[in-house]
């Protein structure tokens, strides 16, 4: 099983971010290579650290491991890490290689539906979806091969060109390979020599309460694998389904209610939904059409924060009156 990122950094689940980087300081000066030359246990330790700390910071990516965490699958959904991030750790030692990019699996981005109510409860989601993984039966290499002879074998090529500043020499993908380093003799059965099958996946997971239209959750590491590079992510943006009555303004929400001339004039007490139920509100004599009530906290919910509900009042004109109420209403005028 992977290391917990809180263990690694000796932290506990509710440290605030100030925590988490005091100890992300301490533990990464312990182990620097710099403190520890030649010592593959600590540089070990200082790439674990590095990297725990890499999603622990970043409030997005720690909602996401907090959610995901190793409940997923059985397994860490952060198994795919961060190639930016690899690159960053890797540049810190001297392995007397030359760095080269990883190469990463494309993202793959879905979209979830969800109601305001759905929002406000929080809600279990189960999806699926399909990704390309890599064919086992030929170990993604899409059969039987042989090395390209065009870059003998490293996927990449040596491009020089001349350009009015001089010759430039830079790296380039190979053409004949497609940055593989071997050209297929013999196609895999199982992918038709394309190095990667479509699995179907299925992912369970807690939508966090007051999720917005538009965010997005991310899980490292569940996009499509790529032969020879580490598996893109998958990004479940939320589409919030517009309410029949309430409309939402970050936490707060709105709405409006209509109320007889009578009740506006000499003051009522009404019913009014929330997302949590019917409330009573006070309508006090002499309020105005289209004032608006604030009613503390019947919102939405994120973290520690809730919203408010504004409650505008608006006037309910009768399209019908009987001989009786016209004189009523007639005698108002005097
Ligand atoms: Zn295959
Ligand atoms: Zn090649």
Redesign the pocket.
């Known amino acids: 099983m992977t290391k917990d990122y809180y263990q690694i950094l000796e932290a506990n689940k509710d440290d605030d971010d100030k925590t988490l980087k005091k100890k992300y300081r301490q533990l990464s000066k312990k182990y620097h290579p710099d403190v520890n030359p030649d010592n593959p246990e600590a540089e070990e330790k200082f790439k674990e650290v590095a990297k725990a700390y890499e999603v622990l910071s970043d409030k997005e990516k720690r909602r996401n491991y907090d959610m995901f965490g190793s409940e997923t699958n059985g397994g860490n959904p952060f198994n795919g890490g961060n190639a930016n991030m690899d690159d960053i750790i890797n540049s810190f030692f001297n392995n007397n290689q030359r760095r080269q990019r990883v190469r990463k699996g494309s993202d793959i981005r879905i979209t979830i539906k969800m109601s305001m109510e759905e929002v406000f409860n929080g809600v279990h989601k189960k999806i699926k979806y399909k990704r390309n993984e890599n064919c086992v039966s030929c170990n993604a290499t899409g059969g039987k091969t042989k090395i ?1 002879n ?2 003998n ?3 990449h ?1 040596n491009h020089i060109q001349n350009t009015p500043i001089g010759r430039v020499q830079n790296t380039i993908q ?1 053409h ?2 497609g940055g ?2 071997t050209i297929i003799m013999e196609a895999c059965k199982m992918c038709n020599g394309k190095s990667t099958i479509i699995k179907e996946e299925m992912l369970e997971f807690d939508v966090p309460i007051g999720i917005e239209d538009g965010e997005n959750l991310i899980v490292r590491g569940k996009g499509n694998s790529i032969p020879n590079g580490i598996n893109g992510d998958l990004y479940v943006q939320i589409v919030e389904v517009p309410h029949n009555t309430f409309k939402r303004s970050g936490l707060d929400i709105h709405q409006r209610i209509t109320l007889p001339y009578k009740n506006l004039v000499l003051g009522d007490s009404t019913e009014v939904n929330t997302l949590d139920g019917k409330i009573r509100i006070k309508i006090k004599a002499g309020t105005e059409v289209g004032h608006i009530l604030r009613v503390s906290k019947k919102g939405l919910r994120r973290e520690n924060r809730v919203g408010d509900m504004m409650i505008e009042v608006w006037l309910e004109i009768p399209k019908e009156i009987n001989d009786e109420e016209k004189s009523k209403i007639e005698s108002l005028k005097n």
């Open positions: 390209c065009v870059c074998g490293k996927g090529i190979c004949n390979c593989r380093g």
